[in-house]
């Protein structure tokens, strides 16, 4: 089975604070992707990445920003944490041509 | 662009009942069509999932949900509700191009009384 761990699984940072949230998949997946889970909202693409170093915007990448520098690995950053940002965030990896995407289990960010 | 509806956020049935969630989408050609169950405080599980050949899919936990392109539909029913079906159910769509990017809807959540 393919695993997605994230670093934390609660997280409270202070406004302005830089944030890393950190996702690892075991499984060789190409490609990665960041989103983020609000109440009524669904979930929504933050950012992908197809391959090492690479990275495009999903439809909400502002305060955001992503480093890929191995391919297990994809890190997001908020880089001046705000109280907008406070919300549930999940990792995704999938091969590409798969047709299906695993899930982390996801960080509870609280940004006061 | 792609865009998916799920009509109800909320849906509840009692134990035994059928289980009817429904979903519609809007996408130029035909996507990839995933359901996925969220249970409390954790990430989400794929359910089920078309890409092609035929419209009726099984997936998990004896759920199952038909492609019908006619009525850009694709509803999941489970015939006897059970209390550990209660969750948040989240239907996706992504495109044919390889990139597996999901568009979801905004959830529905079910719940089943005893």
């Known amino acids: 089975d393919v695993k997605v761990t994230q670093s934390s699984r609660y997280l409270v940072k202070r406004t302005g604070e830089k944030v890393f949230l950190e996702c690892v998949q075991d499984?060789?997946?190409?490609?990665m992707f960041w989103y983020r889970q609000d109440p009524g909202l669904g979930l929504r693409l933050i950012y992908f990445?197809?391959?090492?170093?690479?990275?495009e915007k999903g439809d909400i990448p502002e305060g955001y920003s992503v480093s890929r520098e191995k391919k297990e690995r994809f890190s997001l950053i908020l880089e001046s944490a705000s109280t907008n940002q406070t919300s549930m965030y999940l990792c995704?990896?999938?091969?590409?041509?798969?047709?299906?995407?695993?899930f982390g289990p996801g960080t509870r960010l609280l940004v006061l | 662009a792609q865009s998916v509806t799920q009509l109800g956020s909320h849906v509840s049935v009692s134990e035994g009942a059928l289980v009817l969630l429904r979903c519609n989408y809007s996408?130029?050609?035909?996507?990839?069509l995933f359901w996925y169950v969220q249970y409390p405080n954790q990430g989400l599980q794929l359910l089920l999932k078309y890409t092609t050949g035929a419209t009726l899919v099984k997936g998990i936990n004896g759920f199952e949900a038909e492609f019908k392109k006619s009525e850009t539909s694709f509803h999941l029913t489970k015939p006897s509700a059970h209390m550990s079906d209660a969750a948040e159910y989240f239907c996706?769509?992504?495109?044919?191009?390889?990139?597996?990017?999901?568009?979801f809807g905004k959830g529905t959540k079910l719940t089943v009384n005893p």
């Open positions: 995704a990896s999938s091969l590409r041509l798969a047709g299906r995407s695993d």
């Open positions: 996706a769509v992504s495109d044919r191009g390889g990139s597996e990017k999901l568009v």
């Open positions: 990445s197809y391959d090492v170093k690479m990275k």
């Open positions: 996408s130029s050609v035909p996507p990839y």
């Open positions: 499984m060789d997946h190409e490609n």
